[in-house]
């Protein structure tokens, strides 16, 4: 009697843009496509491969941050300006300490870290400022870049924003922000 065969294993499939139907803006869908094809079969991205002027339709609304391991923090490389009229406190350089006040730095950092750690896609919808009391309804794709070694310390985002209409605005927008991670 002979035992099961085995045949070689197979590398992983990597996602592509069909598990990522929860991103619904059609703008950071195009994002992630792009990001998506530049992977060169590998789990995550080359920051090299990366050019923002190839979506140069939601330049305004990107962002892009490095993890600086000596100061255990993020630091602003690229933020667009409707992220700068959104968080003011935003300027090339700043650590996340330093455009979010400490409790929601702790927790953006964390998040973002997660990104980078598991290689993972952040998807958030809903209120996205609403833990700094802003108003309005947002989406927000955050994903990870990998310097020239291959170690994912850069971060990839993008965040759209969609304002109540005045007439709606006494109304309260109850909907909270959902926080989706796609592992890559």
């Known amino acids: 009697m002979t035992g099961p065969t085995s045949s070689p294993a197979s590398p992983p499939q990597l996602p592509d843009l069909a598990a990522f139907g929860h ?3 059609g ?3 195009n994002l992630l496509a792009y990001y998506l094809a ?3 079969g590998a789990r995550v991205p080359l920051r090299s491969r990366i050019a923002p002027m190839d979506f140069p339709k939601l ?3 990107v962002f892009l941050y ?6 255990d923090d993020f630091h602003i490389r690229l933020a667009g300006e409707e992220i700068r009229t959104m968080l003011q406190t935003t300027r090339q350089g700043a650590k996340l300490a330093e455009v979010f006040p400490p409790e929601i730095a702790t927790v953006v ?3 973002y870290r997660q990104v980078c750690r598991d290689g993972s896609v952040m998807h958030n919808i809903g209120l996205v400022f609403e833990r700094m009391g802003g108003s309005g309804q947002g989406e927000r794709i955050v994903m990870p870049l990998a310097d020239d070694q291959g170690e994912a310390r850069f971060l990839l985002g993008a965040t759209v924003y969609h304002f109540p209409q005045k007439a709606a605005a006494s109304r309260p927008n109850m909907e909270k922000v959902t926080i989706t991670f796609t592992p890559l």
């Not at 490095?66 to 100061?71: F, G, Q, T």
């Open 23 to 25: 991103v619904k803006d």
């Open 27 to 29: 703008l950071l869908r």
């Open 38 to 40: 530049r992977r060169d």
């Open 59 to 61: 330049l305004s609304n």
């Open 66 to 71: 490095e993890y600086v391991a000596a100061d």
């Open 109 to 111: 950092r964390e998040r």
